[in-house]
């Protein structure tokens, strides 16, 4: 198509292009160096543009796809709920199921009966509430420590930033290539004659406590998360005349709720399942955890009666980590903290 100019000149304003509804329309297409006009190319459009999953909306339309993908959608989640459920309420069954009936049909569903005497058994007569005394106070000394010891360190290493935190935070993160073996016996050799102290203490909890805080991967995690939170609000506090500590206390922590559960849950199941340490330092049986007497105890004890112990062993952690479950999935919750 071309176009008159009020001169007189003839002027082409690009190639006549079929319109959506099959009428002509002109579309103005760039000019080359030549002078060639070239026409604007629209990409097509695919199938699975817009799409969410790598099945396209057009396939899921089809009804023998549809049936294949929901038949293997039930085929992985009832995997799944074998490999992640499955060993969790075996050993519930086998808690209250005769020790006869668990060497000779260890799979059927309960031939003989129940037996809840194995669950007071190993209450009473094993004495597990003791040793699972020991562990909650054992696994609420660690869990206190290491909260102290990554909180404050993150602040200091995150929020305040000192002109020496850089290489603070190079010697921590450092600590994480050294493997925890290696550190085994200087620990020990720490413990049994402490350099201010100087009373041994082995056979004592603060042996299992003060150990548990020097974990780099905690502070490590909660710097990260502290580097996220908007700076803003710190501004914004300390125009207010809050002190240092107060910033921490009423600003930084309560912003915080996510990754602190996060790190509660590595705590306390770190320290509930910890086996080494504690029977190296808790020499006394009377001291020791519920991962140290459980194998201890095993030989001498009726099977039924062990696996109803074992499963008391298993309730904190499957408790507290579906406590804490909505923190690892929730935000920060700073939606309203920062205003304009």
């Known amino acids: 198509m071309t176009v008159t100019d009020p001169s007189g000149r003839r002027q082409g304003t690009g190639p006549v292009v079929a319109g959506p509804w099959g009428r002509a329309s002109d579309v103005a297409a760039p000019i080359g160096a030549a002078g060639v006009a070239r026409p604007a190319r629209k990409r097509r459009k695919s199938d699975f543009d817009g799409g969410r999953g790598y099945v396209s909306a057009k396939d899921w339309r089809n009804p023998r796809v549809r049936a294949t993908m929901a038949t293997l959608h039930a085929v992985l989640l009832g995997l799944l709920l074998l490999v992640g459920i499955g060993p969790i309420l075996l050993l519930a069954k086998y ?3 005769p020790t006869q009936d668990i060497i000779r049909t260890p799979l059927a569903i309960f031939p003989h009966g129940v037996r809840l005497a194995n669950i007071s058994e190993a209450w009473n007569d094993v004495q597990i509430s003791h040793y699972f005394l020991n562990t909650i106070w054992l696994a609420a000394g660690s869990w206190f420590v290491q909260m102290l010891v990554a909180t404050t360190g993150g602040y200091v290493l995150s929020v305040l930033r000192p002109a020496w935190g850089k290489i603070v935070n190079g010697l921590v993160i450092a600590t994480l290539f050294v493997p925890s073996v290696v550190l085994l016996v200087p620990l020990y050799l720490t413990i049994l004659n402490p350099p201010v102290v100087g009373t041994s203490m082995i056979n004592n909890f603060l042996a299992v406590w003060l150990p548990s805080g ?69 020499k006394d049986p009377a001291k020791q955890p519920l991962s140290v007497r459980l194998p201890a105890i095993a030989s001498q004890t009726d099977l039924g009666v062990f696996l109803a112990a074992l499963a008391i062993s298993t309730l904190i952690p499957i408790v507290f980590f579906i ?6 999935l929730s935000g920060a919750g700073l939606g309203g903290a920062v205003k304009g």
């Open 95 to 97: 808690a209250i199921t």
């Open 214 to 282: 020097a974990s780099a991967f905690n502070v490590v995690l909660m710097t990260r998360f502290f580097d996220g939170l908007p700076r803003e609000v710190f501004e914004a506090a300390k125009v207010d005349g809050a002190s240092t500590f107060r910033l921490f206390w009423s600003v930084v922590l309560p912003m915080s709720k996510p990754i602190l559960g996060v790190v509660s849950v590595f705590a306390t199941i770190a320290s509930w399942k910890d086996f080494l340490w504690p029977m190296l330092v808790l």
């Open 323 to 328: 406590a804490f479950q909505r923190l690892f």
